[in-house]
């Protein structure tokens, strides 16, 4: 499990954070995968795992809503997956990541709020229920 970042004030800190701490790879949502930006090397949802995420609710303005996943694979590729929240979330992100297990969660802060294990990223990304 990942040990939960302090201050998340900003989308861009925790990416560079989570990219100190070796998630270097970016990846997209692709036919009910997740493809490496960097290799091109593509990912069933059960070569992956959800080490940690980090939801952005903008307080003045819903399209300041983000959600980054801080994703491994099994074999060993550490990679960032960052999407909208809500109702501008993407599709194809939410199919693909319904069935990956979440190993971690993120720490709660004023800004960020953190799902619970038990329920599933995709709902996270949909607005699902949420712990504060």
């Known amino acids: 499990m990942e040990e939960p ?3 998340e004030v900003t989308l861009t800190r925790v990416v560079d ?5 070796g998630y ?3 990846f997209r949502a692709v ?9 091109g ?4 949802p059960k070569d992956l795992l959800i080490r940690g995420y980090y939801r952005f609710e903008g307080t003045s303005d819903p399209d ?5 996943y801080a994703i491994e694979t099994t074999s060993g590729v550490r990679g960032i997956l960052v999407d ?6 993407d599709p194809t992100t939410s199919a693909a990541l319904k069935d ?6 993120t720490a709660p802060t004023t800004i960020v709020a953190i799902v619970t294990s038990a329920e599933s990223p995709a709902n996270a990304a949909q607005g699902g229920p949420t712990q504060p």
């Not at 909208?84 to 979330?89: C, I, L």
């Not at 990956?100 to 969660?105: E, N, Q, R, S, W």
């Open 84 to 89: 909208a929240f809500g109702v501008y979330s």
């Open 24 to 26: 270097t790879e970016h």
């Open 5 to 7: 970042l302090t201050r």
């Open 41 to 44: 090397e593509r990912f069933a």
């Open 31 to 39: 036919d009910g995968g997740l493809e490496a930006l960097g290799s």
């Open 64 to 68: 300041d809503m983000a959600i980054a």
């Open 100 to 105: 990956v297990p979440i190993t971690g969660k």
């Open 17 to 21: 954070e989570l990219a100190r701490r």
